[in-house]
């Protein structure tokens, strides 16, 4: 038989069963070389050999496995029904285990490791305490300066602050922001349902997922509909992603566009706040003819300072000293501080956050080895009861790696019952954080996987160790100790 | 020392077909699996060729129930000097071939009565 096909059918043969492989891959070979030999005068006489094979291994393969795993079961379910209390205890800690680790460790990821929920934090800045007066007292300055700037990608304003939101049935108090056009661009953030703000005239709202869910029980058909906030009304142009609450857990962030023009509004001093946000591509000239993006009168929320967001091109800190500077040619009364990147605004925000998930990420490190030590001793009790078996076992001729694959294999069933019960308990766990903490994610996958495989893992390495060390005594002393 | 009690044949009724030909290509005397195969291939006019995994597969179901036996390893004089691994059939399973002989002639019996049925 040519090499290459010995060597494809040593790589096919490598789906069955190591055990029915060494009993029979040899014999397959043979049986497969005759076939070869018998149509090579056939054109694709050995393709047609291979076709009619894979299939046939592949057959053979599920077969086998399925006729190992059901020994497995019984001789399982026999071992566990002999030993309820050990196999309780075993499924009971690695269950608490993962349930514990879980939750810890989602909260330590959500603050520490998870990267912001926005497309590139790094590049956005943001100032705060941009002073409205110098929009007020000379908006087209401001307009033109943003206009002739190179560095923005784009930018946005928003200003917080806090609502009545008035449900079907209930209200509720809702943290608001108005924002311009720009905001959600800014954060490269796309919205669940609907648009985000469009240019159509009007005052519009976008929900956020965690309030679209409570108070209008996930209705789609809220897009499009009107709302009250402290009596405005409000058309619903869409409903943001989950996780996205900029700034400070904000649930609907409202936009008004009006018909006036900037300059109108400020001659008949209707606004008693304005501000230009513009957006510009370094590349591209600004068009010559912009004009305002966004004009929001707000007479009952006055308010002193606004907070910019910009999101540059390369650095952010070299964006912040023209920005300043700007700022100061046109309004040296004004002084414009704390323009820092957003990810640096965060991590402060969260300094005190993060040193409990410091805390409680070392608790899960801790608490997680403590689980394995404790399935190591479990694991060592499990391959203990089973001495004398594997002692006969050894003594009739059986393989090291053949039967610590026996222990290991035989003892996953456990293993994987626990990591079962332990994700039903972490999930339930995990929502009750979640309703506790913004941003931590119940079921986070990457968290949960990365839990449940380590500990798997810890446990079917911890049931090699426990064998092994079992196996390598001399048979005679191991029978003997019975 | 005390003997096994005999084990009753229609236990392992009704055979797959594959196992019943396996069982049959035995009877005829020791052969390895390609020559075994063979046999099937022959005896069934080409309608049951199985392939070499479900034919150790059955194989290894057969020698579990103590139905055939492994005879050893020699070289097949006709194909080549390969060592190859020889199985013969037990007389447990010699029993269980008859029964399922005997079954399936009951059956046929049974079957040319019914009316459309009868043979030329």
């Known amino acids: 038989m040519p090499r290459v096909h010995a060597f494809l059918l040593r790589i096919a043969c490598l789906v069955l069963p190591a055990s029915f492989r060494q009993d029979y891959q ?31 291994l592949i057959e053979t393969a599920i077969r086998e496995h399925a006729g190992l795993f059901k020994s497995d079961l019984l001789l399982w379910l026999r071992f566990v029904g002999r030993r309820k209390a050990f196999a309780a205890g075993l499924i009971g800690n690695f269950a608490v285990s993962i349930a514990l ?35 007020q007292s000379n908006p087209g300055v401001v307009r033109d300066w943003l ?22 049935d209930r209200t ?27 240019e159509s005239s009007g005052a519009f709202a976008v929900l956020g997922e965690q309030v679209w869910q409570d108070v209008f029980g996930g209705d789609p058909t809220v897009v499009g509909r009107t709302i009250r906030v402290n009596g405005e009304q409000l058309r619903v142009n869409g409903v943001m992603r989950p996780g996205f609450r900029f700034p400070e857990s904000t649930q609907v962030w409202t936009y008004t566009r009006g018909d006036e023009t900037l300059s109108r509004l400020f001659e008949e001093q209707q606004a008693v706040f304005t501000f230009v946000a513009a957006r510009r591509e370094s590349s591209v000239a600004p068009p010559v003819d912009s004009g305002p993006e966004i004009s929001y009168p707000l007479a009952e929320r006055p308010p002193g300072f606004l907070s910019l967001l910009v999101r540059v091109h390369g650095n952010p800190l070299d964006a912040v000293r023209p920005i300043q500077q ?24 969260l300094t005190s956050h993060r040193l409990y998930a410091l805390i409680l990420g070392t608790f899960a490190i801790l608490s997680t080895a403590t689980s394995i030590a404790g ?108 | 020392m005390a003997r096994a009690p005999a084990r009753d044949p229609a236990e392992q009724l009704p055979l797959s077909p594959l196992h019943f030909h396996i069982l049959i290509a035995l009877v005829e005397g020791e052969r390895h699996g390609y020559a075994i195969k063979k046999s099937i291939a022959d005896s069934s006019a080409g309608m049951l060729e199985p392939g070499a995994g479900s034919l150790y597969h059955a194989i290894k179901g057969l020698l579990a129930g103590s139905l055939i036996e492994e005879a050893g390893e020699r070289p097949d004089p006709h194909l080549d000097d390969e060592r190859r691994r020889y199985y013969r059939i037990t007389r447990y399973g010699q029993q269980v071939a008859r029964a399922e002989a005997g079954r399936l002639a009951a059956l046929l019996r049974r079957t040319r009565r019914l009316p459309g049925f009868a043979s030329d």
């Open chain 1, 26 to 56: 040899r014999e397959i070979m043979l049986v497969f070389r005759e076939e070869l030999s018998s149509r090579s005068g056939a054109s694709g006489g050995a393709i047609r050999v291979w076709l009619s094979l894979l299939p046939d």
């Open chain 1, 101 to 135: 680790a879980s939750a810890m460790f989602s909260v330590t990821y959500a603050l520490l490791l998870r990267s912001l929920p926005y497309h590139d934090p790094d590049r956005i800045v943001r100032l705060e305490n941009f002073p409205a007066v110098l929009a």
């Open chain 1, 147 to 168: 206009k002739t700037q190179k560095v923005f990608e784009d930018l946005a304003y928003y200003s917080p602050w806090g609502g009545n939101l008035e449900g079907e």
């Open chain 1, 172 to 198: 509720v108090r809702v943290k608001a922001a108005s924002v311009s056009g720009s905001f959600f661009g800014v954060f490269g953030q796309s919205v669940l349902l609907g648009s985000d703000f469009d």
């Open chain 1, 326 to 349: 700007a700022i100061r040619d046109e309004a040296p009364q004004a002084t414009v501080f704390d323009a820092r990147p957003m990810t640096e605004y965060v991590a402060e925000s």
């Open chain 1, 375 to 482: 399935l190591m001793s479990v694991a060592l009790f499990y391959v203990s009861s089973r001495r004398q078996e594997l002692g006969i076992r050894l003594a009739l001729g059986a393989s090291m790696f053949r039967l610590t694959s026996l222990v290991a294999r035989q003892g996953m069933p456990l293993l994987f019952a626990g990591v079962l019960v332990g994700e039903v308990l972490a999930c339930a766990g995990g929502r009750g954080i979640a309703a506790l903490l913004a941003g931590v994610q119940p079921l986070d996958p990457a968290v949960h996987l990365a839990v449940s495989t380590a500990l798997l893992l810890s446990g079917i390495l911890a049931m090699l160790i426990c064998s092994l060390k079992v196996i390598r005594l001399d048979p005679n002393v191991t029978l003997r100790a019975q």
